[in-house]
């Protein structure tokens, strides 16, 4: 732990020297919520909602935002780059493992783009002139966990995309793949409860619901008692899944790793 520490204090300062990089990314991230907002409230007329009400599409995705910039990872293709350059060689050799070294630098960007997000939030509420919602402490507390094991699943599926270079020359093809999944199914674009049945069903069993929409889901008050349990049942499920993967991947894929480079 106290390694992970000074990692994230180390990209900390690296994360504040490019504030303009940090206000970009982060303004990036808002974009599609933000589009995909107004084309739902172009088309949802205010006395005729198909799924939600107009307050709670719009609460909805303004924490599709927060959750989202929590939940993100992109060190999978700089990894990927590392391996097949050979890059990582060094790093093997410190008494530590890799992945706290990319852990520290996706913490510590959080952190920043979080500082940059919050005022554009509090912003897009009083623009929409919403309405603060009611939640319980324990509704608050399983929100947060929930949110921790989404950016701890999507974490280590990014990661793991990074470890096909063990095997694939180009990943970027798989990582555009996992990527459009998680658009349709994690409920960046469409919400979960307005998918049509088929769909919701197979998006259940995949794991982008859990890397975004279920903590959203909770904090709104969508799911009964039983589906709340099912839900974190399946995301904790997806969590060690994807840890044991990981381990995986990355024992045999230094059975592979030659160090000379691509």
């Given amino acids: 732990m106290k390694k992970l520490f000074l990692f994230i204090k180390l990209y900390l300062a690296d994360a504040l020297i490019e504030r ?21 409230l172009t088309f949802t007329p205010d006395n005729n909602p198909s799924v939600f009400s107009r307050q709670t599409l719009i609460w909805y995705f303004l924490l599709t935002m927060l959750v989202k910039l929590i939940t993100s990872a992109w060190g999978g293709y700089f990894l990927s780059n590392r391996i ?54 324990a509704t608050f507390i399983i ?26 020359d180009e990943t970027s093809a798989a990582g555009d793949f996992i990527g459009l999944l998680n658009n349709l199914f994690s409920g960046v674009l469409i919400p979960i409860a307005a998918m049509p049945l088929f769909i919701k069903n197979i998006g259940n069993f995949l794991p982008f619901r859990y890397t975004v929409s279920l903590p959203i889901e909770i904090l709104l008050g969508q799911l009964t008692g039983s589906q709340l349990l099912i839900g974190l049942g399946l995301q904790t499920t997806w969590l060690l899944l994807m840890w044991f993967l990981y381990k995986i991947m990355w024992k045999q894929g230094l059975k592979l790793y030659s160090g000379t480079g691509a």
């Fill in 20 to 40: 303009t990089d940090m206000v970009l990314y982060t303004l990036s991230a808002c974009a599609t919520p933000i589009v995909t907002l107004f084309v739902w």
């Fill in 143 to 168: 929100f947060i966990v929930s949110v921790l094991m989404a950016a701890a699943i999507y974490f280590l599926i990014d990661y793991c995309l990074g470890l096909l270079a063990f095997w694939l």
């Fill in 84 to 137: 097949r350059r050979g890059a990582i060689s060094p790093l093997l050799v410190k008494p530590v493992n890799l992945i706290i070294d990319y852990l520290g630098n996706n913490i510590a960007e959080k952190i920043v783009k979080l500082i940059i997000l919050i005022p554009i939030l509090g912003f897009l509420i009083n623009l929409f002139d919403l309405k603060y919602f009611a939640i319980s402490l």
